[in-house]
Structure formats: structure tokens, C-alpha cells
């Protein structure tokens, strides 16, 4: 089920998809609860709550307004208390924000310096089992982006001296985790090298850096998850979407999860084996959330995450004037431009009576059109199934008549808001959910059409923790 919750103008709304916003009360009158924290403005952080089902949220509350345009980081600890790390707009500086939790909500401390001097990118915040909160980042300093780590024992009131994990180079990303009794850090360099560090609890210093992999094009765009102390993994994109784990003494050969590749990977394990999800194109303007998992030596066939978003099960395209339908769910589903048409009118859309018809297995609230020609003139009425007749309803989005080249069309606000009554029905042999566009008043200008799916543009993914 997906719930829309706020819009927002900041770059990074949910942060980068490896960082961690979204958070689960494990135990208590609120065990289930779910928390977000995510960038409601190029300046604010907020918060929002809901229980099961997750259909009720609390209005977004305030918690930073001083924020700079960039990523922030979060994590939770044991007495439900969240841990925020952001950058502060101006100055640069990185801050720290305790958000006690009481009675079921949480309330922002006073901001605490973690770091003053330079500039300060791209925090990872993790807490060992004894609540010792360690947070790395990027440091710009002398025109170089260098990796450091800092310690707080008392959850963020105090932080330790900064130590410099990676030499200086043009770029610089970590991504810190906990696995076992000891505390690992990974980061990208450079843009061509991905390297490791780890540290035992109980001993001051930092192991030598390992090369984990290099030759490709690494940024942020990659995340490193623990299972405990059974296993350290990570995935990052060079090319193909890949994996790595290690298991405490070596790490294992190059696994291939997504050959044609990807972005966003991040890595979550269920009883001990991992699971990568990841954002994948299907077309301009059109990222799907996909996961794999590792099975008998090799990740799966990679599947779309929410299954109402994806290439459509039929297209299919009627002419009023020849009472004839065909089939173009191949050429909905490729990138081919201009080649979704009825033979009988060379258009997608013309004449009083046309139909466009959109069908797929699971209810879905969005819709992707790629035009090779926009329309003009024409109105058209969306319909679906109510179980008797095919009732008319005002998309989300507006009343669009096929008038621009690109839209992401919101039939409704979300799956919570899809009609109850929307049933199965079949349609040339095919029982689908289907959404069915017809024309009221014809077109001056034909709409042709490139591409029609049901994948929106993810930009970020934010999978839960705990």
C-alpha cells in the first residue's frame, strides 16, 4: 500500500536512498508504529507518524527549519529516542538534533555541533549495542573531500576529535554499520574506488584500509547493511548493479544482481539473507522500485517492489469507426517513439466512441504516457469498473486530454484513495483491473503515442529499519 504524505520542493525529499529515515517501535503500547523524517523544504526537516494499517498520518511536524540542501541521516535507539544528523545552511556546519520520544511522539532537543570547521556532506549515523552513537561524513576542506568519523557515548550531547579515515580526494561518500563487536565504515573515493575500514569497540584505533572495488563510477550510490554478526554486505552500482559480503574474516567474490543496472541500491536481510532493492529505469521519467535476493549462489530475477507499478498486463487501443480493437501492450512497454497507434486512424486517440484501455492484474492509481504527437481539441472521459457499469470519475491530476508530451497522470492521490468498488472485469479475453480513456469530443490533433506504463519517477527509496 502507498500513502501520500506531503509535497516537497528540496532536492533530496527522503534524503539519499541508502540513508535511514523510516523507523518501526518494536515494543510497547505503540510496538508497530511507524515514524518518517524526510525534507519537506530546501530548509525544513519534518516528522510524521502512523499505526496499522498506515492509512492515518500526523500532520508533518517541524523539526529542523535551518537545514542547508542536502542529505540528512537518522537512526533509532532502544527506548524508541531517534538521532538526527544534518547539515546547517550556511555555514556548512554539521549538527546533531536528539528527539526524545514520550508517550508515543517525539520532540526535538537543542542542536548540537558534531562539526565546525569546513564543510560537511553526506552524514551516516549508526549506534553500537551500548547506544554509542558514531556518525562519518564528507569533509570538504583545501578543495579535497576527505571521510571522517566521529564518537558521542552520551547519545549526541558530546562528540569526540574527528578521525580521518581516506586520504583527500575529489570525492568522498561513507556509509557506516555495525556488525558483531566491530563498527565498519565504507566509502567511495574519488569517483573510481570503493575501500573499507573497521574498528573493535573496544580498541581506540582503526584497522587498515581494504579495497573493496575500483575502475568503475562510485558516488553515493551505494549502501553497506550488517545481519548481526553473521554477515556484512554491499552493494554499489559499476555499470551492473553488484554485491559483495563479508563475513568477518574476507570478503566473498563479485555477485551480479541486476546486469543492466540501476541506482539507489540498499541492502536489507531477512533471516540472514539479503534482500538489494533498487530504482530502475524503464524510460524517460520512469524509475520502479525493484528487489532481489541471494538464492543458492545467485540473486533471483529481480521483481517489481509495488506490483501495481510497472509495465501494464494489456494495452489495448478500440476504433469507434471500424468497431475494431488492437492489441499494443508490446508497444506500450518499449521506448520505441511513435508507435502506438490504431492501424485504422494512425492515431492513439481520435474520433468520438475511441478507447483507450489500460489493464492490469492489481489496482494501480498512476499512469506514464511518453507522446510522439500531443493532441488538440479533443476531451476524453476516464472510466472504471464498478463491478455493474463503467462509472466516470476526475483523475487526481486533473482532466488531462493528452495535450503534452509527457505526464505522469494521478488517477488518484494513492492506493488508499483508489475506489472500494473497482472491480475485475474482462475486456477481449483479458480479466484485468482496467482504466478505460474515452474520447467525448474528437481531436483536431491525433495524439500518437511512444510509451504508456504504470511506472512512475522514483527518485529515492527509503526502506524501513527495525
Given amino acids: 500500500m502507498q500513502k501520500y504524505l506531503s509535497d516537497s520542493s528540496a532536492g533530496y525529499p527522503a534524503g539519499i536512498s541508502p540513508g535511514r529515515k ?161 563498527i565498519y565504515a565504507a566509502y567511495s573515493t574519488g569517483g573510481d574506488r570503493i575501500a573499507c575500514r573497521r574498528k573493535h569497540f573496544e580498541i581506540s584505533s582503526w584497522e587498515d584500509e581494504q579495497d573493496i572495488d575500483s575502475g568503475g563510477s562510485y558516488d553515493s550510490n551505494f549502501d553497506l547493511s550488517s545481519a548481526g554478526n553473521f554477515r556484512l554486505g554491499l552493494a554499489f552500482v559499476s555499470g551492473a548493479i553488484h554485491y559483495r559480503e563479508f563475513d568477518g574474516q574476507s570478503w566473498s567474490g563479485l555477485y551480479t544482481v541486476d546486469a543492466d543496472g540501476g541506482i539507489s541500491p540498499q541492502i536489507r536481510y531477512y533471516n540472514n539473507v539479503p534482500f538489494v532493492f533498487y ?60 508507435d502506438i497507434y490504431h492501424s485504422q486512424s494512425s492515431a492513439l486517440l481520435e474520433q468520438s466512441g475511441d478507447c483507450l484501455y489500460l489493464g492490469l492484474s492489481e489496482r494501480f492509481f498512476f499512469v506514464r504516457f511518453i507522446l510522439a504527437t500531443e493532441g488538440s481539441g479533443g476531451a476524453v472521459n476516464w472510466k472504471y469498473f464498478n463491478g455493474e457499469n463503467w462509472a466516470n470519475f476526475e483523475p487526481s491530476g486533473g482532466g488531462w486530454a493528452f495535450e503534452t508530451s509527457s505526464k505522469g497522470q494521478f488517477l488518484w492521490a494513492d492506493s488508499a484513495a483508489i475506489p472500494g468498488d473497482w472491480q475485475k472485469v474482462t475486456v477481449e479475453g483479458n480479466e484485468l483491473f482496467w482504466i478505460k480513456a474515452t474520447v467525448g469530443t474528437p481531436f483536431s490533433t491525433r495524439p500518437v503515442g511512444s510509451q504508456i506504463t504504470a511506472a512512475p519517477n522514483l527518485t529515492a527509496l527509503a526502506i524501513g529499519e527495525g
Fill in 22 to 182: 523510516v523507523f518501526k517501535i518494536k515494543a510497547g503500547p505503540y510496538a508497530g508504529r511507524i515514524v518518517v523524517l524526510f525534507a519537506k523544504t530546501t530548509s525544513e526537516i519534518r516528522l510524521t507518524y502512523a499505526d496499522y494499517p498506515y492509512i492515518a498520518w500526523s500532520i508533518p511536524q517541524l523539526i529542523v527549519s535551518d537545514a542547508a540542501d542536502q542529505p540528512f541521516e537518522a537512526c533509532l535507539a532502544d527506548d524508541n529516542s531517534l538521532a538526527l544528523v544534518y547539515t546547517r545552511s550556511g555555514n556548512m556546519d554539521l549538527v546533531f538534533v536528539h528527539l526524545a520520544y514520550i508517550v508515543g511522539v517525539w520532540s526535538p532537543g537543542s542542536s548540537v555541533l558534531v562539526n565546525d570547521s569546513d564543510d560537511n556532506f553526506y552524514p551516516s549515523l549508526v549506534n553500537e549495542p551500548d547506544g554509542t552513537l558514531w556518525c562519518a561524513w564528507s569533509r570538504y576542506s583545501s578543495g579535497l573531500y576527505h571521510v571522517t568519523v566521529k564518537y558521542s557515548d552520551d547519545f549526541g550531547a558530546n562528540w569526540s576529535a574527528g578521525v580521518t579515515l581516506s586520504a583527500g580526494a575529489s570525492s568522498a561518500s561513507p556509509r557506516l554499520a555495525v556488525m558483531g563487536n566491530h
Fill in 279 to 338: 530504482l530502475k529505469s524503464y524510460g524517460a521519467g520512469q524509475n520502479i522500485a525493484m528487489v532481489s535476493r541471494l538464492h543458492e549462489g545467485i540473486f533471483t530475477t529481480p521483481l517489481a517492489v509495488e506490483r501495481s507499478q510497472r509495465l501494464f498486463d494489456k494495452v489495448l487501443c478500440y476504433n469507434a469507426a471500424s468497431g475494431t480493437i488492437e492489441d499494443k501492450t508490446s508497444a506500450a512497454g518499449n521506448i520505441t517513439g511513435g
